[in-house]
């Protein structure tokens, strides 16, 4: 697993700052997260954090927060977006080698987070080594089984196997919360400037389409489109835990 390259967000950052601001407009991702994954007064990492867009809101309960970021202008420009919070750091850092020290986090989120996935196991045991005992690793990301947007992403990603992803992390250990968000755009050109950054051009014409269609007939201006996400947890033991290989205890 390295690092990924995200054309959308590295290409087009003011798009993609668009998107995340459409993005679920209901709080609904916020909400399972509360649920879940307890983060008031606990020291959090946001892997992949991009532009930072999602670290202030994080630093809202969270003692401490730092984002973790490969690509350097989106480092400068999460850095620049953080600076004068002094609850917040950002670090050049990858999933498979973060700059962090052992067992000094409660939680490791990562949202959308495409670097997470089958063949993502050096990642997923450097969230275990940052992670106290008690901690979690709490993986936001879209759910390609929920239509129409799920379509549109696998018209792209004709090897994509939501099966096979599914069972990578139920093998794993983690918790799938499946999550029905809607996004909102200010207006129909907004929408476009964000899908367009999203899919290849045949697939971002139908995906067009389609929000017009779905918001057809609807006063005002803005649109809006149903997207889900999985919200993937899984917990670090807290204590003593037994060795599957000769029943003696050990610690995790
Ligand atoms: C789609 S963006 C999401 C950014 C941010 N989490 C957000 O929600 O605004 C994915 C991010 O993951 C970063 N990335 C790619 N490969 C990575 C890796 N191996 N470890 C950590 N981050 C990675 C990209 O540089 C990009 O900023």
């Known amino acids: 697993m390295e690092v990924v390259p995200s054309p959308n967000i590295w290409y087009y950052p003011d798009a993609y700052e668009r998107e995340n601001k459409a993005q679920d407009v209901e709080g609904d991702i916020w909400a399972v997260l509360a649920e879940n994954v307890p983060m008031a007064g606990k020291d959090v990492v946001d892997v992949g954090c991009g532009a930072g867009f999602h670290l202030e809101r994080l630093a809202a309960t969270a003692s401490s927060v730092t984002g973790v970021e490969p690509h350097p202008p989106l480092v400068r420009r999460a850095g620049r977006r953080m600076a004068g919070n002094p609850k917040v750091t950002v670090r050049k850092g990858t999933a498979?080698?973060?700059?962090?020290?052992?067992?000094?986090?409660?939680?490791?989120?990562?949202?959308?987070?495409?670097?997470?996935?089958?063949?993502?196991?050096?990642?997923?045991?450097?969230?275990?080594?940052?992670?106290?005992?008690?901690?979690?690793?709490?993986?936001?990301?879209?759910?390609?089984?929920?239509?129409?947007?799920?379509?549109?992403?696998?018209?792209?990603?004709?090897h994509y196997d939501p099966d096979e992803v599914d069972e990578f992390f139920a093998a794993e250990g983690f918790r799938c919360h499946r999550v029905r968000t809607r996004w909102r755009f200010d207006d129909p050109a907004a929408m476009e400037s964000v899908l367009r950054i999203e899919f290849s051009?045949?697939?971002?014409?139908?995906?067009?389409?389609?929000?017009?269609?779905?918001?057809?007939?609807?006063?005002?201006?803005?649109?809006?489109?149903?997207?889900?996400?999985?919200?993937?947890?899984?917990?670090?033991?807290?204590?003593l835990i037994h060795s599957s290989v000769d029943g003696s205890p050990r610690m995790p």
């Open 96 to 158: 498979q080698r973060l700059p962090l020290a052992d067992a000094s986090v409660d939680v490791v989120h990562a949202r959308t987070a495409y670097f997470f996935g089958p063949g993502c196991d050096p990642g997923l045991r450097e969230a275990d080594r940052v992670l106290r005992r008690g901690g979690t690793l709490v993986i936001v990301d879209l759910d390609t089984r929920h239509r129409p947007y799920g379509d549109w992403m696998l018209a792209d990603l004709p």
């Open 201 to 239: 051009a045949g697939v971002a014409r139908r995906a067009v389409a389609e929000t017009l269609r779905i918001n057809a007939g609807r006063d005002g201006s803005d649109l809006f489109l149903p997207v889900g996400y999985r919200v993937l947890v899984r917990d670090k033991p807290a204590g």
